[in-house]
């Protein structure tokens, strides 16, 4: 019997109009301070409905604008390689903590680690990561830039047990008690 070996996978949602975030903190909390009001005061007219479907709308404007980068883990010996070329920096309390120069290696090991790119619809989208990835990251903020290495230390850095659900094995219990 031959073993095949599927490296690990991730998702990364990546919104690419940043307005949109701003808009939808600014509605939600528009809508959180008409809730706590209305509860308040019944007789006040409830602008609640109008306000929560902005916050929904909003919500679907920032899923047709984002797109999603699958990751896979990069093959052993790859990953090895790139751990060894790129020596933690001295004083650098991240680069202690991983063993690695973690700014460094994310430069080569991101776009290695890009599969394929969707939109929001799940259709495949054309991008050569080798080509395209470093002006994308350039123009992202760190926070965005962060996603996708914590993406990438996952799948190659990370734990690989079998996951666990409890919700989804108590769901399972309760229904077969039934």
């Not at 903020?141 to 990438?152: G, N």
Request: charged letters at 30%; a negative charge; glycine letters at 4%.
């Amino acid at each position: 019997m031959t073993l095949t070996v599927k490296r690990p996978e991730t998702r990364v949602s990546f919104c690419l109009d940043g307005d949109l975030k701003a808009a939808h903190e600014a509605a939600d909390a528009e809508y959180t301070a008409a809730r706590a009001r209305s509860v308040v005061d019944a007789r006040l007219n409830d602008p609640t409905k109008d306000l929560a479907q902005k916050v929904i709308d909003l919500e679907d404007q920032m899923k047709a604008a984002s797109v999603t980068f699958l990751i896979r883990g990069l093959p052993r010996g790859d990953w090895s390689g790139l751990k060894a070329a790129h020596a933690p920096r001295p004083e650098n309390t991240t680069d202690k903590a991983y063993g690695f120069n973690v700014e460094a290696l994310m430069v080569e090991a991101l776009p290695k680690s890009i599969v394929s790119v969707e939109n929001h619809s799940g259709e495949a989208l054309p991008f050569d990561p080798a080509k395209e990835w470093d002006a994308l990251a350039d123009d992202m903020t760190d926070s965005q830039y962060e996603d996708f290495v914590l993406a990438v230390l996952r799948v190659n850095a990370g734990r690989n047990d079998v996951p666990f659900s409890l919700s989804a094995f108590r769901m399972i219990q309760d229904s077969e008690q039934k």
